[in-house]
């Protein structure tokens, strides 16, 4: 079986068929035209640089593209980036569809929604549990295959939901320790907490922001719903407001995006958890094609940090 994109060496050659991500047209310091390409395949993806750039590759080597690329794999600035020695679009002869360069979540989706169901059946509150049910029945079609982000974390196929179970799992082992925290707020938050997504983000290939993204974002999007929601069930409950405060506050801080800071005890852990499962899923995508011994490239994301893994784990 032929080696993915990243399980290159740097210095390598590569041959292979790619997706290409993302095209982004720049000027160079001699005034010509050239291409920024995101390429990807099941393994992640690299940057590489197209030059002297024509209108009609402009056209060719646009986003949602398969082409067949041949290159080197090198370290520019501490991070990995393609130089592309030949290039061309896929042909249909080649056999290629978008789907063989997606990189998907570990867990199917049928068991992803099962775990889900499960943790909805388990809630007690039934405003909460209407609420929850309603929105994720609304939007489960888009929920099970669309990323968490368009980069940084979970920005693969089916990102998304498997980003909320790690969250349940997370917010059941936490609620265990502290058992003065009210499960139900705290698994209801986790399962709505990103779901505006579906709204703000385009899909889950060459994943953008839509006109409503933009605009209000998904936590704003995502507020409206829980509103909504409840004036279609009929619940005028208390929970109503402190379920659009979770979903107001989870960013944690003003500065990065919450409109309120947590003011409720699952409101905080809420925060913690998204925080500490979009880190570790950071570092685990950087850690998994580093050999022992060696550093990642910078993570901007994180501090723009390198992260070591040690000569010990295998």
Not at 220 to 236: D, H, Q, S
């Amino acid at each position: 079986m032929s080696k993915g994109l990243l399980e290159h060496e740097v210095g390598e050659q590569a041959e292979l068929f790619l997706l290409v991500k993302n095209s982004t047209k720049g000027i160079a310091s001699n005034g010509k035209p050239f291409l920024t390409l995101i390429l990807q395949d099941r393994t992640g993806d690299i940057e590489a640089k197209l030059w002297d750039v024509s209108d009609q590759d402009e056209q060719n080597y646009k986003a949602e593209t398969i082409v067949k690329v041949s290159g080197e794999l090198h370290n520019y600035r501490g991070r990995l980036q393609l130089k592309i020695r030949q290039l061309r679009p896929a042909s249909p002869q080649d056999g290629m569809k978008i789907s063989d360069f997606l990189e998907t979540a570990p867990v199917s989706q049928d068991e992803m929604m099962g775990k889900i169901t499960q943790y909805i059946f388990d809630m007690k509150n039934p405003n909460i549990q209407r609420i929850t049910r309603h929105l994720l029945k609304k939007y489960s079609q888009e929920f099970l295959v669309y990323p968490a982000a368009t980069k940084n974390h979970h920005e693969f196929v089916s990102g998304l939901a498997y980003h909320v179970i790690s969250m349940l799992d997370l917010a059941k082992v936490i609620s265990g320790l502290y058992p003065s925290l009210d499960r139900d707020l705290l698994y209801s938050g986790v399962i709505l907490h990103d779901l505006g997504k579906v709204t703000e983000l385009s899909g889950p290939i060459s994943t953008a922001y839509t006109t409503e993204g933009n605009l209000l974002g998904h936590i704003t999007i995502m507020v409206n719903e829980i509103g909504k929601a409840a004036e279609e069930l009929g619940i005028k409950g208390e929970e109503v407001v402190v379920l659009q405060h979770l979903v107001l506050s989870h960013h944690g801080k003003m500065e990065w995006g919450s409109a309120k800071p947590p003011m409720i005890k699952e409101a905080e852990i809420l925060h913690y958890i998204d925080n500490l499962d979009a880190k570790m899923n950071m570092m685990d995508r950087a850690l998994r094609h580093v050999k022992p011994g060696e550093f990642t490239e910078r993570v901007f994301a994180l501090d723009n940090r390198s992260f070591y893994k040690p000569t010990f784990h295998q």
